[in-house]
């Protein structure tokens, strides 16, 4: 009598969960219907397997017990496919999304570790319901399998367990840069149960057998942090004074954008020799990548400014620390400057006044009045877009032999950006005052300087890369007659100018 109430209740208890189970998937989202599906068929199956296995109890003929025995296998053998998929969908929405929902990311090799083990266990279970065997006895079976195949695949198995202790341990992860012993660099774009793979500055992909990496010496340039410093080394004369070359290569590290301002770039000196100083310069970036660009940069900046210094090895000055002979090398090299005549270049050079700049103090703000033009000795100054009440953002940094403020210096236009030093800097003015007698001397220069100017505004224009090349040459042409009409306004020169 149990047996009979069982065999009805179970299968009614079934579809009655199954119901209630229905309804809630109605409103749910897809991806929750689906594992509701899964559900219902998991408990549909799981009554109809207890009823199969109930069926020799009641006394039936043999050719329906015959039946029943098939059904209840091919029941069991679903069973075990549906609480498969059934353990996918929980796994994948209870556990991996959890960990994605708080910013974790979830190593591969973990999530194929747990497929494979759920797969298996399914394996099993389908293979115990064809063919009625435990799982515990099929586990025993295969022990022996187990045994020769481990032996067979002792290089796979090696990798597949270091690929869990790596991502256990979690030495790197994906999208850190790593180099190994072995002199292999690159980014980390995955790591699965085999192998990891990275790609290398060169673009290719280098594919390292986790047994082999986990017995390596990894260095990871992202951690702990994604900050990295850089070193550069130059020799310089050695009646350089060490102060001031350290100053103008800290100073010279520091103007390419990507350097770190925090820590600030230094330079050392290194060793000392006969006739010559060893200097190491360090400097931060933030991120491994594009390192190989900015250090590009750096070399490039030191070049310029111990050349406008006269630091540089090749310099006919010997090391020898020369202000007008500075001030006359930065003229010429300024494009505003480099096509006069070096009469001319020279009597702006000695119009020059130095002027110092503590680190943080602001040269110029936007807006404000202004009639002078700087050109920049040593140290670095930022440029800040932004107007009053808005976000102040970063535009460029100057260095050495960089100019800010030749309009307001020409035409007497408020200054157009805030300027602050980034570090102690030394600037070179030039003012109205000490221009005008050189325009009023040499009035044709103002219109070399009027073209020049139209050319450099056109290329900083926003909406320059829409204009044809006609539209380009009529802005140019426009901005040109603008700019020398207000020159000539401003520095009072011959009408006829204009």
Known sequence: MNEQLALFGVPAAAIAVSM?????????????????AVLVLVILLSALWFVLARLPVLKLPATILSYGSIAARATRFLWWLAAGLLAF???????????????????KLLVDVVRAVVAAFVTLGMVSAMF??????????????????????QSTLADLFSGIALNLQRPFRVGDWIQVDSGILGEVTEMNWRATHLRTPQGDTAVLPNGKLAAAQVTNFSSPTTRH??????????RVHPGLACRALASAALKPRAVLGDPAPE??????????????????????????????????????????LGFGPWSEQGGAHDPAQIGRRLVAAVDLFEHLEPELRARIAAALRPRLLEAGEVLMRAGEAGSSVFIVEIGVLEVVLGDEGSAKRPAARLGTGDIVGEMSLLT????????????????LELSHEAMSPIMVDNPEIAEGLSHLMAQRRL??????????AEEKRAAARNWSRQILADMVAFFGLPRGRG
Request: proline letters at 2%; aromatic letters at 8%; one cysteine or more.
């Open 20 to 36: 209630l189970l229905a309804r809630r998937r109605a409103g749910a989202e897809p991806q929750a219907r689906r594992l509701l």
């Open 89 to 107: 969908m929980v796994v994948e929405r209870f556990v991996w999304a959890v960990f994605a929902r708080h910013g974790m990311q979830v190593p």
């Open 132 to 153: 009625e065997e435990t799982i515990t006895g099929l586990i025993t079976a295969s022990g022996v399998f187990g045994v020769v195949m481990g032996l067979a695949l």
């Open 229 to 238: 410093r850089c070193t550069m080394a130059f020799t310089l004369d050695a």
């Open 267 to 308: 330079a050392r000196v290194k060793a000392l020799r006969d006739r010559s100083i060893e200097y190491e310069l360090a400097y931060w970036v933030d991120g491994f990548a594009g390192m190989d660009d900015v250090a590009d940069e750096v070399a490039r900046s030191a070049w310029i400014t111990l050349d406008s």
């Open 412 to 427: 007497g236009q408020p200054r157009m950006a805030t300027v602050v030093a980034l570090s102690e800097c030394r600037v």
């Open 459 to 468: 290329s900083n224009a926003a909406f320059v890369a829409e204009l044809t």
